[in-house]
């Protein structure tokens, strides 16, 4: 054990990490790079199969949150380059060690993590109850997961039980925690999740981004900026995954997916003037400006 807390996991691995390093973390089965480990890279094989444990240890203590979160078995990788003269780039990305897996973990058990949805709604619920721990949200942590278990006894299809979970986080957030709780809380989780290049259009770039994983089914998006209102995007989406009725809409994946994908993620943002459409469609604009700020975890229609 190298910590309690998900917080001491993460730090645990950030301390081990070297940018220049050529061995990293993977799933032995998909090659997917898992939450707390992705983005980062170790300078001996010792020091990432260390980090490949505590990536289990990690995931392990998020199950008791969500029981859902999919199986990984993280082996470590090194990267070589091509041996010079030879053409021959076999040696690159081959794993080099065997799996850190715990024996007591049912290897055989459905992961989920070929399904991308799943995979990051289970990314951002961890980033999400990592981000509360941290910050002694304890009331906020009991809420939602009362409220979660409660529904996931309705939910007939396992599948979607990570929608319920992030729709549930995200009333419970609203209702536990003031707007600037709220705002801290997400871009400290956004910084928790795998890191992505900042994009010129964050806005843009998320909607694309969430609709590849359908999370939407479509969406339509205009910009426009001046120097008195800053950036002002009109959204419309079209098929939300996640049921949330005509009346509050959870914004929560789209929230904090533009926050890390935004250059200075500390800047004002805020959703407004939100319209619900029927049948998971919604219209809203998003504002980057203090004056409109909030509203990237949970809002409500602009006549509630």
């Given amino acids: 054990m190298v910590g309690t807390t998900l917080r001491e996991i993460r730090h645990h691995i950030e301390r081990l990490a070297n940018d220049g390093g050529e061995y990293y973390v993977v799933c032995g089965r998909s090659g997917e790079r898992p939450v707390p480990v992705a983005g980062h890279r170790f300078a001996t094989r ?24 999919p199986f990984y078995d993280p082996i470590v990788s090194q990267e070589r380059s091509p041996r010079r003269g030879t053409g021959d780039d076999r040696g690159s990305d081959r794993p080099v060690a065997e799996p850190a897996g715990d024996p007591s973990v049912d290897q055989d058990q459905p992961t989920g993590e070929d399904n991308p949805l799943i995979s990051f709604c289970h990314d951002v619920s961890g980033a999400v109850f990592e981000s509360l721990s941290a910050r002694d949200h304890a009331d906020a942590e009991r809420a939602i997961m009362e409220t979660y ?8 299809d396992r599948n979607t039980l990570c929608l319920v979970l992030l729709e549930t986080m995200a009333a419970e957030l609203e209702e536990q925690l003031h707007a600037t709780e709220r705002t801290a809380l997400l871009r400290a989780a956004a910084a928790n999740l795998s890191p992505v290049e900042p994009a010129d259009d964050p806005v843009e770039a998320s909607l694309a981004f969430l609709d590849s994983l359908s999370l939407v089914r479509d969406y339509g998006i205009t910009r426009d900026s001046d120097a008195t209102t800053g950036d002002v995007w009109t959204v419309s989406i079209r098929g939300y ?9 959870p914004t929560l994946p789209l929230g904090i997916d533009i926050l890390r994908r935004t250059d200075a993620p500390t800047a004002p943002l805020g959703v407004t003037d939100v319209t619900a459409l029927g049948d998971g469609d919604w219209q809203f604009v998003l504002a980057g400006n203090s004056e409109t700020a909030g509203g990237l975890v949970c809002t409500r229609r602009a006549d509630q």
Wanted: hydrophobic share 40%.
């Fill in 149 to 156: 278990l409660a529904a996931a006894e309705a939910t007939t």
């Fill in 241 to 249: 995954a996640i049921e949330c009725g005509t009346q509050r809409f």
């Fill in 46 to 69: 010792t020091d990432a199969a260390d980090a490949a444990r505590a990536t289990e240890q990690y995931r392990a203590a998020l199950r008791r949150y969500d029981p859902q979160l």
